[in-house]
């Protein structure tokens, strides 16, 4: 390997990670965060490199435009999507306090450039400047587009921390008493408002609208604590799915699942499960 090369597979290997993030916050898909880093990649390396001063500058505008292309595709595909769309998966040992699942579920309801706007300069932290260059627009065009995400989403953020050894605590308890069948345990710390939205893609069963509310919740666990055997499903790991406390679990199906607590004050405000194969599949 040449000097000039191994400089290249060094420089790549610096930044995929932190683009394949920002990617990823932008469409909420793993397989296509990797398709649009891997594209420009292959664009940076393709250019005369000695006319890009900063790679990552360039590349920052590569991968956001791609995204914001890919993303118009995206939003239309998902108004066809069969019951309810929820991001990929991610999980880690730690939580992401900047970008949480209910945030990412927020920023669907942005326009692509709010939200980029909103990513690039609030999360990522760059400049105004920068973003300005990124998107191909005025400083106070982007100024004004994440001033109007912030407010979109502003109930979004997590409101209340919690220890982490606690958090693994509750989704433990969690999965013990959703897959024994214990209502009681399963019901004592559910939040009264506490909503369930899962998402099997059309590939696996699951319900095709939220449910909401303490009653409903509690009747769609007692059903469900019917149909499977705790023999049959197996607790892989826990983590924090999408920067929420939960799990991943092996299930009757042979399937891997993954479940995500929003936690109010120490109680679930929210529940949340990936079924759908397709995006279960970098966990294997």
């Given at each position: 390997?040449?000097?000039?090369?191994a400089?290249?597979a060094?420089t790549?290997?610096?930044?995929q990670?932190k683009?394949?993030?920002?990617a990823?916050r932008?469409?909420?898909?793993v397989?296509?965060?990797?398709?649009v880093?891997?594209?420009a990649?292959?664009r940076?390396v393709?250019?005369?490199r000695?006319d890009?001063?900063d790679?990552?500058a360039f590349?920052?505008r590569?991968?956001?435009?791609?995204?914001l292309?890919k993303?118009?595709?995206?939003?239309r595909?998902?108004k066809?999507?069969?019951?309810i769309?929820?991001?990929d998966?991610i999980?880690d040992?730690?939580?992401?306090e900047d970008?949480?699942?209910?945030?990412?579920?927020?920023?669907?309801r942005?326009?692509?450039?709010e939200?980029?706007?909103?990513?690039l300069h609030?999360v990522?932290?760059?400049?105004?400047e920068e973003?300005?260059?990124?998107?191909q627009?005025?400083?106070?065009?982007c100024?004004?587009?994440?001033a109007?995400?912030?407010t979109?989403i502003?109930e979004?953020?997590?409101?209340?921390?919690?220890e982490?050894?606690?958090?693994?605590e509750?989704a433990e308890?969690?999965y013990d008493?959703?897959?024994t069948?214990n209502l009681?345990?399963?019901g004592?710390p559910?939040?009264?408002?506490?909503t369930?939205?899962?998402?099997?893609?059309?590939?696996?069963?699951?319900v095709?609208?939220?449910?909401?509310?303490f009653e409903?919740?509690?009747?769609?666990f007692a059903?469900?604590?019917r149909s499977?055997?705790?023999?049959l499903s197996?607790?892989v790991?826990l983590?924090f799915?999408?920067g929420?406390?939960g799990?991943?679990?092996h299930?009757?199906?042979g399937?891997?699942?993954?479940?995500?607590?929003d936690?109010?004050?120490?109680?679930?405000?929210?529940i949340?499960?990936?079924r759908?194969?397709?995006k279960?599949?970098h966990?294997?």
């Amino acid at each position: 390997m040449t000097r000039n090369e191994a400089e290249i597979a060094a420089t790549i290997k610096q930044l995929q990670p932190k683009l394949v993030r920002v990617a990823y916050r932008m469409l909420g898909s793993v397989h296509d965060a990797q398709d649009v880093v891997q594209d420009a990649l292959i664009r940076w390396v393709s250019v005369e490199r000695n006319d890009v001063r900063d790679p990552e500058a360039f590349m920052h505008r590569a991968v956001t435009r791609l995204c914001l292309d890919k993303l118009r595709s995206v939003q239309r595909e998902r108004k066809n999507y069969e019951g309810i769309w929820l991001p990929d998966p991610i999980v880690d040992d730690e939580d992401d306090e900047d970008v949480t699942l209910p945030l990412m579920l927020a920023l669907e309801r942005l326009s692509p450039l709010e939200r980029a706007s909103f990513l690039l300069h609030n999360v990522f932290g760059l400049p105004f400047e920068e973003v300005s260059s990124i998107l191909q627009r005025e400083i106070t065009a982007c100024r004004q587009l994440a001033a109007r995400a912030r407010t979109h989403i502003r109930e979004a953020r997590p409101r209340f921390q919690i220890e982490k050894r606690r958090a693994f605590e509750i989704a433990e308890a969690f999965y013990d008493a959703s897959r024994t069948g214990n209502l009681t345990a399963l019901g004592a710390p559910l939040a009264a408002d506490v909503t369930f939205r899962a998402d099997g893609g059309g590939k696996r069963p699951t319900v095709l609208e939220p449910i909401i509310g303490f009653e409903p919740v509690m009747q769609f666990f007692a059903t469900l604590a019917r149909s499977i055997s705790k023999d049959l499903s197996k607790l892989v790991r826990l983590g924090f799915v999408n920067g929420l406390p939960g799990f991943v679990s092996h299930e009757s199906d042979g399937e891997y699942s993954t479940t995500a607590l929003d936690l109010n004050e120490g109680r679930i405000a929210a529940i949340y499960v990936v079924r759908n194969p397709d995006k279960l599949r970098h966990l294997h």
